[in-house]
């Protein structure tokens, strides 16, 4: 387990079972790719099944438009700024474009915040998953090098 020290909280590498975990536990994601401006990056609803990430957005979204077929990074992260810790996990893979009739029967349930038609879902097959937890600074904010 790799661990930084500093003058704040410690950052603890986290082995993928725990990441897989910590993405069951939320629903909303960053999605990141590379558009034709530079980096895109917009909010999603997410679902995990099958080994991947799914989303589900319309097919005429520039997520959909400029994703498939490319490498993304989807990130999930929790934050508590009162203790100063918090966890986040990325997902880099690459987007296949899925309609609706092929996704998992259980996906046509997934909840997207948004309104409108989300008939197209974006699978992402993880290629990394890596995940990092910030713990708090002990009380006394010594921490060894």
């Not at 699978?123 to 713990?135: A, D, H, K, N, Y």
Request: proline share 8%; charged share 20%.
């Amino acid at each position: 387990m790799n661990m930084t020290h500093g003058a704040g909280g410690r950052l603890v590498d986290l082995p993928t079972p725990d990441c897989w975990n910590l993405l069951k536990s939320s629903e909303i994601a960053r999605a990141a790719w590379n558009g034709p401006r530079g980096v895109a990056v917009v909010p999603v609803n997410y679902s995990i099944a099958e080994g991947a990430l799914w989303f589900r957005t319309n097919p005429y979204s520039a997520l959909a438009r400029e994703s498939g077929g490319e490498l993304v990074a989807v990130e999930v992260d929790s934050l508590d700024p009162a203790n100063r810790s918090g966890w986040s996990v990325v997902v880099r893979g690459v987007a296949e474009l899925v309609e609706a009739q092929e996704a998992p029967e259980h996906l046509a349930d997934l909840r997207i915040w948004p309104a409108g038609v989300r008939n197209l879902f974006i699978r992402i097959e993880p290629v990394e998953v890596s995940g990092r937890r910030l713990l708090p600074a002990p009380e006394d904010n010594h921490l060894s090098p």
